[in-house]
């Protein structure tokens, strides 16, 4: 999927939602441990009554490896599923991979290849080398991390050199360098608010991946006011939050109203800021 798909997704639905599938067997509800496959069972009926309201589905790839191989087969079961089904649906593979060239080229090959998900997150902590084989797919997407939403990212991407300049904004200088914003985007945590600013001036045009709305507290608010462009440019991640919104038989029924909620606060941002997003740049 490329940008400018996404982008007339986001304006077809009138939402920038993905729903996180971060599928805990310990969290689900205790009827569909029945079930031959709980987590897939799970991730089935939370896709189907959620669809209609957002643009992306996001699974965390350590909650299935959690399962060996079990929950591998859940996690293949729900791309080929979300694939089969639900088409315009843009995939992330939330696996934070990177490392050595030729280590890349084989997780590269593992999602791309193999699995032929839209996306992949990578963390850049290891530089070029272990970026670039995850750029060779056309139309694939590396989701590079830049500014995250837990609390230790100040440890390190907030430090500054001796030129006052912090290492989020060095990774999203240098990695320009690397592919363009039609192939790649940026993971910025929702707590980071204001600080979106920053990062527009940086990458003014680059779709990012917002995590931290809901559960973690993130202000669609300010994300909105700080980080949308003249293409939306936002993918706004809710886990928790939605997926775990009712532990009873009525959990999908549940999560299809809470999505339905963050879609209309969405649609109504979207309206707000429809000057910016009218047409795709």
Same mark, same amino acid.
């Given at each position: ?10 304006? #077809?639905? &009138? ?11 310990? &969290? ?15 991730? /089935?009926?939370?896709?189907?009554? %959620? ?45 934070? #991979? ?67 300049? #912090?290492?989020?904004? /060095?990774?999203? /200088? ?16 929702? %707590? ?7 990062? #527009? ?10 995590? =931290?709305? =809901?559960?973690? =507290? ?6 909105? /006011?700080? =980080? ?21 038989? &009525? ?31």
């Amino acid at each position: 999927m490329n940008k400018q798909q996404l982008f007339e997704n986001i304006k #077809r639905k &009138k939402s920038f939602l993905c729903v996180g599938l971060d599928t805990d067997i310990k &969290k689900i509800p205790e009827h569909l441990l029945k079930e031959e496959d709980p987590i897939f069972a799970f991730n /089935k009926a939370i896709i189907d009554a %959620t669809a209609d309201f957002c643009i992306a589905y996001k699974p965390n790839l350590a909650f299935y490896e959690s399962l060996g191989v079990k929950g591998w087969i859940a996690f293949e079961k729900t791309v080929n599923y979300l694939k089969e089904n639900y088409p315009d649906q843009f995939i992330i593979a939330d696996a934070k #991979r990177g490392d050595i060239g030729n280590t890349s080229e084989m997780y590269a090959r593992s999602f791309f290849d193999e699995l032929n998900i839209d996306s992949v997150t990578v963390a850049p902590y290891m530089g070029e080398d272990s970026v670039k084989p995850f750029l060779i797919y056309p139309e694939k997407w590396v989701i590079l991390l830049a500014l995250t939403s837990n609390k230790g990212s100040h440890d390190f991407q907030l430090t500054e050199d001796v030129n006052g300049e #912090r290492l989020f904004e /060095k990774v999203l /200088k240098k990695s320009q360098e690397w592919a363009s914003d039609e192939q790649m985007m940026y993971v910025v945590g929702a %707590t980071q608010g204001k600080m979106f600013e920053d990062i #527009r001036k940086l990458v003014p045009n680059h779709f990012l991946l917002v995590p =931290g709305v =809901g559960a973690q =507290g993130g202000s669609l608010d300010d994300v909105c /006011k700080y =980080g949308m462009n003249s293409t939306c440019g936002l993918i706004v991640n809710s886990s928790r939050a939605i997926i775990y919104a009712d532990k009873t038989e &009525k959990f999908a029924e549940v999560a299809r109203q809470e999505a339905q909620e963050v879609q209309k606060q969405m649609a109504q941002q979207l309206d707000s800021y429809k000057l910016r997003v009218t047409s795709y740049e």
